[in-house]
């Protein structure tokens, strides 16, 4: 009993310790100028005068330097392409800059970069070689890094040019990398980024189904023999369910597994009990641990008609709710944590328990926090495009 415990012990310890090393934050010191000038992608550019900041950032709801007497107060101009439709506010070309280091650690990891959302049109490289470009604001995209970056305890410097030209909205967008960054560090052999899809086919009070897809990738240049493990484990109750499955990723390729559990008396989700399981992934190679994800999931059944309207677990809610833009207020469009979370405390603590997200995809954080709280929301994609 006292063995079988300690390997538990160990098993959970080196899950956390993979979990907490493979999203690393990489908001602190960055370097930033408003400017569009050539050249700062480059290693060696000097960016010593340029201002130190931590991300996330919006340059459009800082002050204006006035040029020209009543054309500017604060952060409003009367000469902005998009005029009061995006309140009065500058975009224009910004250059963000970050040096930094790969720990001895990490030598052989796979290193990606990830960015929440950047607004509008930016342009990433590593060590000058341009990594690519992504035109969407709201959008989260990432890069790999790994075949860039210099050895061990080496300075690195990641250049992102972001544009923010002309009206891209008809409401305030914000400028700049104003969503978190995090570098994600995994084996070669991992689970791929947003690689894991949970769904609920069957839901009741007395048993529920749960599918659970991974995409596993193999970023190494040899066949990979794996073992994926899957546990669903109840934040309310001590229920847990497990399932596991072997396989094999060739080189260079990825592999899809698919797991299906089945809940007995299931802690269901809904607006007024937003309970959560916790999906705890890992994933073995020759006995080792490699790779683990923990993500939490609701389990509910959704379903409308025109006879009962929307259906949460067989029963009909009705919906309280409104429109809410992506910006935080006098803060800009940078989206804080913490007031991310704050919105739908607020709106939750207003009797609300739906949001629309105009007109575009909200922060990850913002979704979060909306899936605890037990609030539902309608995630949109577009809404418009900039003019060309």
């Not at 960015?115 to 890069?143: A, C, Q, R």
């Not at 914000?174 to 689970?191: A, E, F, K, Q």
């Not at 698919?258 to 802690?267: A, G």
Request: proline share 4%; hydrophobic share 35%.
């Amino acid at each position: 009993g006292i063995g079988f415990f300690l390997i538990q012990s160990c098993t959970a310890f080196k899950t956390k310790q993979i979990v907490e090393n493979r999203l690393q934050p990489f908001n602190a010191d960055w370097k930033f100028i408003k400017d569009s000038l050539k050249g700062a992608e480059v290693a060696a550019f000097d960016d010593s005068k340029w201002r130190k900041l931590d991300l996330p950032h919006d340059w459009s709801i800082e002050d204006i330097a006035a040029t020209e007497k009543g054309e500017h107060i604060g952060p409003f101009s009367k000469v902005t392409p998009g005029g009061f439709l995006t309140g009065n506010t500058l975009g224009g070309t910004g250059w963000y800059r970050k040096q930094f280091t790969v720990r001895p650690k990490d030598k052989g990891k796979q290193i990606k970069v990830l960015f929440d959302g950047v607004m509008t049109e930016s342009d990433v490289w590593i060590n000058g070689k341009h990594l690519g470009y992504h035109p969407n604001g709201y959008t989260p995209f990432s890069y790999d890094l790994t075949s860039y970056l210099n050895p061990a305890e080496q300075p690195n410097v990641l250049a992102v040019r972001v544009k923010n030209l002309k009206q891209t909205s008809r409401w305030y967008s914000g400028s700049g990398i104003y969503r978190n960054v995090n570098l994600i560090v995994t084996d070669p052999v991992h689970i791929d980024l947003w690689g894991i899809n949970v769904t609920t086919p069957e839901v009741s009070k007395e048993k529920a189904k749960v599918n659970v897809a991974i995409k596993v990738v193999n970023d190494s240049k040899l066949d990979a023999d794996i073992s994926v493990n899957t546990r669903l484990i109840g934040q309310h109750t001590t229920t847990t369910v497990e399932t596991n499955k072997t396989d094999k990723v060739v080189a260079n390729g990825f592999i899809e597994v698919t797991h299906s559990f089945t809940l007995e008396n299931p802690q269901l989700w809904s607006p007024n009990s937003p309970n959560m399981y916790n999906l705890e992934v890992t994933v073995l190679s020759k006995g080792k641990l490699i790779d683990a994800y923990i993500m939490k999931v609701g389990v509910r059944s959704i379903k409308y008609d025109t006879q009962n309207g929307l259906q949460i677990n067989g029963k009909t809610v009705k919906l309280h709710g409104a429109c809410m833009h992506h910006d935080n207020g006098l803060l800009g469009a940078a989206a804080y944590d913490r007031a991310e979370e704050r919105r739908v405390v607020i709106m939750k603590a207003n009797g609300f328990n739906a949001i629309r997200c105009s007109h575009n995809m909200p922060s990850p954080r913002f979704l979060e926090v909306c899936d605890s709280l037990g609030m539902l929301v309608m995630d949109e994609v577009f809404d418009t495009r900039s003019e060309e």
